[in-house]
């Protein structure tokens, strides 16, 4: 099957268009260019080393075996994979501490890769390394989540895990999580999660130029003070909820009320206002299924990623990851399914938007 992806360049306030056919199953790509400028944002920080820098010691034995036995090429994971319930637990600690070692709202350099929702789909992960939301409705969200807390204890300045709706108690409590950790464990463990969770940073930026976050803009982000908000804390109800719960929407103006019966949608002017007002070129953000993986919104000011590939079985859909190289040149690589499987769900689906109404979101 041949996609066509167009190609865009951003250069100043010049827009250029081309075109590209690419092989869906090569991992195609589409293109963005964003020139680089400087810019203050009150937040002193060393740059990133773009070197990997593997502090694997810090994993034990048992942990450092499993996870190169669950990364291996070829490997072909369904079956769950049971730790310890303390290797869990020290998993949990160990990256708890890392990620309040550094800032809720990271400075981050390219090159870089991003991926959108995977949402416990643990064989999606193995192939690739991300926007938040990696528990709930798939079946292995304990593989998943511990592999993930695994890479970042083992590349602490090179990985990097983002906060999504999913990682809040309230939602986890519902959507499957929690039900997987008393199921195979127990209650306690879920809230040694619920205080990791409790600290990951909420949103980044990359080169000054790219935004990152799981869901979206606030009416009350008027200023990059995200880096104020003390960790370990719960997502408030409003203000920095917004950038894991909002939505984009091309058929209203400004601000309106979202049909997942939290925080908002926002128009195109309100990206338009936000990148100008900040001196920023791309919002980059996940939290919604869409058709091709990947979704342009604003006039290609914001794009919507999803990473979960044949998403819980329910749809025949690709996965889309992001790069970012040296220059902020973007490109796109669709991701199949690695093979048909059945269902993999514990809980109700998110269809494509556009399939179904606005009700079905997630």
Sequence with gaps: MILS???????????????SVCSLRGGGCSELRLHQYTLAWGIEQDSISKKNKSVGSNLSPILRKWVEKH????????????????????LCLKSREIFLSQPILLELE?????????????????????????????????????????YKIKYSENFFLPKGNH?????????????????????????????????????????????????????DLQSMEIWRIMRPTDVPDQGPCDLLWSDPDKDFLGWGENDRGASFTFAAEVVAKFLHKHDVDLICR????????????AKRQLVTLFSASN??????KAGVMMSVDETLMCSFQILNPAEKKKPNVTRPVTPPRGMITKQAKK
């Design 71 to 90: 990364t291996r090429a070829g490997s072909k994971p369904g079956k769950n994979v049971q730790l310890q319930e303390n290797e869990i637990r020290g």
């Design 311 to 316: 998403y819980c079985g329910e749809f025949d």
């Design 110 to 150: 390219a090159p870089l890769k991003i991926c959108g929702d995977i949402h416990g789909q643990y064989y999606d992960l193995l192939n690739y390394l991300f926007l938040g939301d990696y528990v709930d409705r798939g079946k292995q969200s304990l593989e998943t989540i511990c592999l993930l807390l695994a």
């Design 5 to 19: 992806i167009f190609h865009v360049l951003i250069h100043h306030s010049y827009i250029f268009f081309g075109k």
């Design 167 to 219: 990682k809040c108690a309230s939602i986890n409590r519902i959507y499957g999580f929690y039900d997987e950790c008393k199921r195979r464990y127990n209650i306690e463990l879920w809230k040694t999660f619920t205080d990791c969770f409790n600290c990951l940073l909420i949103a980044a930026i990359m080169d000054e130029k790219i935004f990152c976050c799981h869901g979206g803009l606030s009416p």
């Design 286 to 297: 996940a939290h919604q299924v869409v058709e091709e993986g990947y979704e342009f919104f």
